[in-house]
T-cell receptor, first 111, second 114 residues
Framework: EDQVTQSPEALRLQEGESSSLNCSYT??????LFWYRQDPGKGPEFLFT???AGEEKEKERLKATLTKKESFLHITAPKPEDSATYLC????????????FGSGTKLNVKP | DTGVSQNPRHKITKRGQNVTFRCDPI?????LYWYRQTLGQGPEFLTY????????KSRLLSDRFSAERPKGSFSTLEIQRTEQGDSAMYLC????????????FGPGTRLTVL
């Protein structure tokens, strides 16, 4: 069964302290892996799509990477405004119609 | 067009009542998704429309749930005979199916069943 597991569940960082979030996935043929950011009380906001192992995408302090089994979201020198829940989702090649989300990592960046 | 809108934003109902939520996607988007999200969890897929056709429905979705997208524009999600376990945030997302498969999410409708 297709599955997405994110770790850690929660992460507290000091401003400027870089770290990485993990998304492990099991899917019968990956079509795409997606990262979203979700602020409290709001819908998720799209960050990146990764399609193949070795691919990397960057946006400001965020960098997403992909291997055949997992993806990492690297946060470099985070700021308090980066505090949010980061969600990972996968889409399978055999079924484009569904997206499977992980439970997310809640990031808290202290000034 | 400023994005995906959902109404109402909050709904409190008593167990056994029927509720209906509305989603207005971004106008040129032909793909529309409904998700359910409970506290501390990621969005759980419920159903998918391409234009007016409902092409996918989660096996977890009971017969009490139904969704429509008449004319391929707005969509409604109805829950009949609500139960306390239906309490959650219901999210709608739309996509044009191109550009990185990016989904644009609405703000959600928070349902509380008493």
């Amino acid at each position: 069964e297709d599955q997405v597991t994110q770790s850690p569940e929660a992460l507290r960082l000091q401003e400027g302290e870089s770290s990485s979030l993990n998304c492990s996935y099991t899917v019968s043929g990956l079509r795409g892996l997606f990262w979203y950011r979700q602020d409290p009380g709001k819908g998720p906001e799209f960050l990146f799509t990764l399609y193949s192992a070795g691919e990397e995408k960057e946006k400001e302090r965020l960098k997403a990477t992909l291997t055949k089994k997992e993806s990492f979201l690297h946060i470099t020198a985070p700021k308090p405004e980066d505090s949010a829940t980061y969600l990972c989702a996968v889409q399978a090649k055999y079924n484009f119609n569904k997206f499977y989300f992980g439970s997310g990592t809640k990031l808290n960046v202290k000034p | 067009d400023t994005g995906v809108s959902q109404n109402p934003r909050h709904k409190i109902t008593k167990r056994g009542q029927n509720v209906t939520f509305r989603c207005d996607p971004i106008s040129e988007h032909n793909r529309l998704y409904w998700y359910r999200q409970t506290l501390g969890q990621g969005p759980e897929f419920l159903t998918y429309f391409q234009n007016e056709a409902q092409l996918e429905k989660s096996r977890l979705l009971s017969d009490r749930f139904s969704a429509e997208r008449p004319k391929g524009s707005f969509s409604t999600l109805e829950i009949q005979r609500t139960e306390q376990g239906d309490s959650a945030m219901y999210l709608c997302a739309s996509s044009d199916g191109l550009r990185s498969n990016e989904q644009f999410f609405g703000p959600g409708t928070r349902l509380t069943v008493l």
